[in-house]
Each structure stands twice: as structure tokens, then as C-alpha cells.
């Protein structure tokens, strides 16, 4: 099976990837790829919006440490 506009096959990973989030096989993007750093950077910023004090980062901090991990 071939990526839509890509340049060959899709593994076993990527078709597994497109089923679980019932995805068309034609889908043009990768699920199981790597973002790039324009992709890094949008999701910094986003996590930056969503969480502008951190928060999420001091709850699983302290999931952490209620865990013993």
C-alpha cells in the first residue's frame, strides 16, 4: 500500500496508525512520522497557551511523586 502522493510503501506501523484513528488509507500525512521544528515549535506554543503557569507539568510532577516513580 502506497502513502497518497508519496514517494513508496506505508509499513506495518503507519496502516496500523490510519485504523486505529479510523483513517482512510489515501490519508496524504504520516501519522507515525516525527514532526519537524516548525512542528515542535507550534506545539510549544500551544502548550504554552493552554498551560501558561505550567500547570501540567506540576501535576505530573506530583502524580510522580504520589506514584513513587
Keep these: 500500500m502506497?502513502?497518497?502522493?508519496?514517494p513508496?510503501?506505508?509499513?506495518?506501523s503507519e496502516r496500523s496508525a490510519r485504523?486505529?484513528?479510523d483513517i482512510p488509507a489515501e490519508h496524504p500525512e504520516l501519522l507515525t512520522r516525527r514532526p519537524?521544528?516548525?512542528g515542535w515549535q507550534l506545539?510549544?506554543?500551544w502548550c504554552?497557551?493552554?498551560w501558561p503557569?505550567?500547570?501540567?507539568?506540576?501535576i505530573v510532577a506530583?502524580?510522580?511523586?504520589e506514584d513513587g516513580s
Design 53 to 58: 503557569h505550567d500547570e501540567y507539568n506540576a
Design 19 to 21: 485504523a486505529a484513528a
Design 2 to 6: 502506497t502513502a497518497a502522493g508519496g
Design 48 to 50: 504554552a497557551q493552554l
Design 36 to 38: 519537524g521544528r516548525a
Design 43 to 45: 506545539l510549544a506554543t
Design 62 to 65: 506530583e502524580t510522580r511523586r
Design 8 to 12: 513508496g510503501l506505508i509499513g506495518r
